[in-house]
């Protein structure tokens, strides 16, 4: 019960100063690490389709990474710091505030069940990030740029099997790594 306890196990909410402020920070972090990705995306044959496969990949580690860390509000606040700058560059920011709203929720209730040591804890909390949070995207890209449903469809699909993929992979390794330093009690 102690080591569950230690590695906040059955927590969602983390209300201390440090985390609420670490969240704060990391948001902007995450904003800044998204606004390089989608201009390296843009520069790359998948990018000039509108499919941001590197973006993706880093908003959903951070989304994942950034709640496992600072529990919630903590990762909402990171998640939504990052939605809401997003009115600066893309029409769909409405579609990646509830995106990054929903994926945030999704990693904490994982979180709150396992203790995320083991691969298949980190791939269920990001099949809910890249599942849920793409599919609210495509949704966007239908509603707000209307692209054609079978468009969004494929690019989806796509994006799904990139970022769960690789976001699952960062995310295990660096929180393993985060966890083994003891910087996050």
């Known amino acids: ?9 059955n927590q969602i909410f983390k209300t201390d100063t440090k985390s609420l402020i670490g969240s704060v920070v990391m948001g902007i972090v995450f904003v800044l690490a998204c606004q390089i990705t989608g201009q390296i995306d843009n520069l790359l044959p998948w990018g ?3 499919m941001y496969l590197i973006n993706g990949t880093v908003w959903a ?4 990474l950034l709640t496992l860390l600072y529990k919630q509000p903590g990762g909402l606040i990171a998640a939504e710091v990052e939605a809401v700058v ?4 893309s029409p769909l920011w409405i579609a990646f505030i509830f995106a990054n709203g929903v994926a945030s929720i999704w990693v904490s209730l994982i979180a709150s069940k396992y203790d995320m040591t083991k691969w298949s804890h980190h791939i269920l909390a990001q099949a809910g990030v890249c599942i849920l949070g793409n599919i609210i995207v495509a949704v966007g890209l239908v509603l707000i740029l209307g692209v054609p449903v079978n468009v969004a469809i494929y690019e989806t699909l796509i994006l799904i099997a990139v970022n769960w993929t690789f976001a699952t992979i960062a995310t295990k390794f660096a929180y393993d790594a985060i966890m083994k330093s003891g910087l996050i009690k």
């Open 1 to 9: 019960m102690e080591k569950e306890q230690a590695l906040g196990r």
């Open 48 to 50: 000039k389709v509108g």
């Open 61 to 64: 580690f951070f989304t994942g």
């Open 86 to 89: 997003s009115v600066l560059y």
